[in-house]
């Protein structure tokens, strides 16, 4: 229905900052436009509202049965990457709300203090329209969205985003990391730097945050020796190695390291950058949060 087109990408932006899953927003999304598929449009007075409100309550209700399979997750859980080319920036609304670093906040929220962190701080919809979204009286949900930005603000890194900065850290990176420049790739780090490695049971990836340069440089040592390469590719179900590549994609608005074989994604890092220095690596190894991205083209790769 061209109305409910009108709004798909609107729609999949709000499912996918409430949820954090790409694949769980496009099921949210489909789902919304089954109800609508249903509904009178005449009797809708004003479509994009009641679309934005069927679809975080579907958003809402898949949160909270997601967060039960994730008690049983294998290691850390990271959001699906998404890819924010300027198009997709411009269709998935405000870009910056989707950062991997805020990404992995929300995840600490409620379902119900996440979708109104969401429509209010991403989207700017009024707090009347929020409580009756999420069924709440407008004062609960005042007292819901301050509780929300409150932990966000305490919890969030505090860093000034240079995209042109990230950037050429972010090739510094692969170049150091795929050549085995271990000086080199210490420089790159903060001493107190994290690497947060998400595998899901179905890739190698460690299992624990890993802490400090020392620490996290011999983990990405390792995990870029041929051998682990081999290992690494075996545990996806691939077996030639000959055909790895590397590039820079911009996921979750930042350039991110993507690791690509056989045609398709097998891993990708985002760098969280505070003052030159690499503060946290998010590393998704997980094949099913990775499927829907494409490979970089060979001649867009910074290590070459």
């Known amino acids: 229905m061209p109305t409910f087109d009108d709004h798909r990408s609107l729609l999949t932006g709000v499912a996918y900052r409430i949820l954090g899953s790409v694949a769980d927003a496009e099921d949210v999304v489909q789902e919304a436009w089954l109800r609508w598929s249903k509904v009178d449009e005449a009797g809708v007075d004003d479509p994009k509202a009641y679309l934005i409100r069927v679809t975080s309550r579907l958003a809402i209700d898949r949160l909270r049965w997601a967060r039960s399979r994730r008690e049983s997750y294998v290691g850390p859980w990271l959001p699906e990457p998404i890819g924010t080319t300027p198009d997709a920036a411009e269709h998935a609304e405000l870009a910056d709300s989707v950062e991997m670093a805020l990404m992995v906040v929300l995840e600490t929220l409620s379902p119900l203090e996440?979708?109104?962190?969401?429509?209010?701080?991403?989207?700017?919809?009024?707090?009347?329209?929020?409580?009756?979204?999420?069924?709440?009286?407008?004062?609960?949900?005042?007292?819901?969205?301050?509780?929300?930005?409150?932990?966000?603000?305490?919890?969030?890194?505090?860093?000034?985003?240079?995209?042109?900065?990230?950037?050429?850290?972010?090739?510094?990176?692969?170049?150091?990391?795929?050549?085995?420049?271990?000086?080199?790739?210490?420089?790159?780090?903060?001493?107190?730097?994290?690497i947060v490695s998400d595998g899901g049971g179905k890739a190698r990836a460690a299992l624990r945050v890993i802490t400090g340069s020392d620490n996290v440089s011999r983990y990405l040592m390792s995990i870029s020796s041929p051998v682990n390469i081999a290992r690494f590719m075996t545990s996806i179900g691939m077996a030639d190695i000959h055909d790895l590549s590397f590039g820079v994609a911009m996921l979750n608005n930042a350039p991110s390291m993507t690791v690509s074989a056989g045609g398709r994604v097998v891993t990708v890092m985002t760098l969280l950058v505070v003052d030159g220095r690499i503060e946290t690596i998010y590393l998704i190894a997980n094949p099913e949060k990775i499927a829907h991205l494409q490979p970089v083209p060979p001649g867009d790769d910074p290590s070459t």
Not at 124 to 129: I, K, Q, W
Not at 130 to 145: F, H, N, S, Y
Not at 157 to 174: A, H, N, S, Y
């Open 114 to 194: 996440r979708a109104v962190f969401v429509l209010r701080e991403a989207f700017d919809l009024p707090f009347a329209e929020i409580a009756e979204i999420i069924g709440r009286a407008e004062p609960a949900t005042r007292q819901l969205a301050r509780r929300a930005r409150d932990h966000v603000r305490d919890k969030r890194p505090r860093f000034e985003v240079d995209q042109e900065e990230r950037r050429r850290i972010t090739e510094r990176f692969i170049r150091a990391a795929t050549v085995g420049d271990v000086d080199g790739l210490i420089e790159l780090l903060s001493d107190q730097v994290n």
